[in-house]
């Protein structure tokens, strides 16, 4: 792309718009697992899900997608050293088998090996086509461009879940399917109209040489060590090797030896393990650990809210919203299989008829699975109508099973994955105005105010109890979602900003460092609150209060850092422009 020296916008080059498409595709298929993924990873066997713990669960989500967007750095290099193209190629080669095995596969170690495949297919990707809207686009039209680009991932993240919603209601293996052809469609643009961009230089260092930049832009060896060991004994906690207060001793303890070890080592030395810790670039560091914080508090939309709205959310009020489109539309937004609601019934019947006991709110959390969210009272009334019945029959009659059937139908719910696709439609409609207006502001202050907005709506859910209703869940979606127009783009465009263009694809790939960790603290807190504070303790607004307090902790945070740069300047930039 030419310099611009009158300072007017530039028109986008193709290579935008293929990007564009591919990024479309991708996140439909990433999206159409993900926006599930916590549902299905805690539904029963017997239902189509594999059954793991909300500790299972948990690890899965904060370790793989932790590797997700900490490998970018790594791959974002090669990129920089191979080319784009041939990236783009291997991603969707790794990504398009592995998306049709995660369906195929049950237990929890098999479905960690796969999961890593897609992780890594996916690392492939994230920094490739980051760094070619970043070379498509200049300072003057930079804002615009990634808001664009922004609008076509929250497409993808749109329909991903509405079709993955109607492809659940054939079965589970349809999901991962659909996942694996979004992907396999990506080989048709970037074999037929994808070329490296023109301002791409390819580096003539050794791939060694290449690794050791890539591992340099922040800190040292020894810096890497450092927090490799850190955060690796706080997976142990994450997936129950130790438990939390033996990992933080561990950290603790950890960090003292590397405190006496830098003390110790001498300022300069051949050899890395007797050097002090370095940190390459303190600023971009910092800039980075405050940004995981809002990826933690973001992600808990997908990890955390499909399942409170399952569990504690009564979305009647929607339903009958809905409802005045026909019952088509209910049918489609809040599908029952209503076979599976006659099972229940007649196996709770038949535990009634053995004289079991039946613990009613045990009993509710259970019939969520199936899409009815009966309250406490209502189900109590129902379990001893049966109970009346199972003293003087041995069975239900097929009038009975269908008029307890229709009672439950009364509770059916909205798939929680359409009203999480809430925040994408919003995003759709509203990224581009949004960014036009933001374009009047610093990158912090915007990331600011979206951290603020977060808050407010994990506030606002903290409000409602142990049930909610579906308006107020919708309110708090659309909130979520205005925090991230404000805040995911402007944090991609001060990272543009930043780096120096020949190593564009290099830093959004450490970008990705704070989603990654963001990722991992995201996926330890939601395992852990949800089980201990929503489920165990029946008080989701501790929960939900835990996450608005970190919100605003990275809002203050990030205002300190605009202080201090702004006093001090941030050199990186001062040197690369």
């Not at 293996?173 to 979004?182: I, P, Y």
């Not at 040292?220 to 690796?232: D, E, G, K, Q």
């Not at 709506?457 to 142990?466: E, S």
Request: some cysteine.
């Amino acid at each position: 792309m030419k310099n611009n020296n009158t300072g007017q916008r530039e028109t986008f080059g193709s290579l935008f718009y293929v990007a564009n498409l591919m990024e479309i595709f991708e996140r439909l298929a990433w999206y159409g697992f993900f926006a599930v993924s916590s549902i299905y990873m805690t539904t029963p066997v017997s239902q189509g899900g594999v059954g793991f713990s909300d500790a299972e669960r948990g690890a899965i989500q904060g370790i793989i997608p932790f590797f997700l967007y900490l490998l970018p750095v790594i791959t974002g290099a090669l990129g920089d050293k191979f080319g784009y193209r041939r990236m783009f190629i291997l991603s969707f080669c790794i990504m398009t088998p592995s998306y049709f095995l995660l369906g195929q596969v049950t237990s929890f170690s098999l479905f960690f090996i796969v999961m890593s495949f897609v992780a890594f297919g996916a690392a492939c990707f994230k920094p490739i086509v980051v760094g070619t809207i970043a070379h498509s686009t200049n300072d003057q039209n930079r804002g615009l461009g990634f808001g664009i680009f922004y609008t076509m991932v929250n497409i993808g993240g749109f329909l991903g879940p509405l079709i993955a919603g109607a492809m659940r209601a054939i079965s589970w293996d349809a999901v991962f399917m659909m996942s694996a052809f979004w992907i396999a469609i990506n080989f048709i643009p970037v074999l037929l109209f994808y070329r490296d961009p023109a301002t791409l230089k390819s580096s003539s260092n050794s791939l060694k040489q290449v690794l050791k930049e890539a591992q340099t832009v922040l800190g040292n060896s020894r810096f890497a060590l450092l927090m490799f060991v850190a955060i690796a004994l706080l997976m142990a906690a994450g997936v129950g090797w130790l438990s939390y207060s033996q990992s933080f001793v561990g950290i603790g303890i950890w960090l003292v030896l590397n405190l006496v070890w830098h003390l110790l080592a001498k300022q300069s030395s051949p050899r890395w393990w007797q050097q002090k810790i370095v940190i390459s670039n303190g600023k971009f560091t910092v800039y980075i650990l405050i940004l995981s914080l809002f990826w933690t508090v973001y992600n808990q939309l997908f990890y955390t809210l499909p399942l409170f709205i399952r569990d504690f959310v009564d979305t009647r009020d929607l339903v009958a919203l809905i409802g005045v489109f026909g019952s088509g539309a209910v049918e489609f937004f809040a599908y029952v299989d209503q076979s599976a609601l006659k099972e229940a019934l007649i196996q709770l019947f038949s535990s009634l008829s053995a004289d079991q006991s039946v613990d009613i709110a045990a009993l509710r959390l259970e019939w969520v699975h199936l899409k009815v969210n009966v309250p406490v009272e209502q189900l109590a009334d129902m379990v001893s109508q049966l109970k009346v019945l199972a003293l003087t029959q041995s069975s239900l009659t097929d009038a009975q099973l269908l008029g307890f059937t229709q009672t439950l139908l009364v509770f059916r719910q909205i798939n929680p994955e359409y009203l999480i696709n809430l925040d994408f439609a919003a995003i759709v409609v509203l990224q581009i105005a949004v960014s036009y207006f933001c374009q009047r502001f610093k990158p912090i202050t915007i990331l600011s105010v979206g951290l603020v907005i977060i808050a407010c709506a994990f506030l606002l859910l903290g409000q409602g109890g142990t049930m909610i209703s579906g308006a107020v869940v919708t309110m708090v979606i659309l909130l979520i979602a205005m925090g991230e127009m404000f805040t995911s783009p402007k944090s991609q465009e001060y990272v543009a900003f930043i780096a120096p263009r020949e190593q564009s694809a290099l830093y959004m790939g450490y970008y990705f460092v704070s989603m990654a960790l963001g990722f991992l603290f995201a996926g330890f807190l939601s395992g852990w609150s949800y089980s201990e504070l929503a489920l165990k303790a029946q008080k989701p607004q501790l929960m939900w209060g835990m996450f608005a307090l970190i919100a605003l902790i990275a809002c203050v945070l990030m205002l300190a850092f605009r202080a201090y740069t702004t006093k001090h300047g941030y050199k990186l930039a001062q040197q690369s422009h």
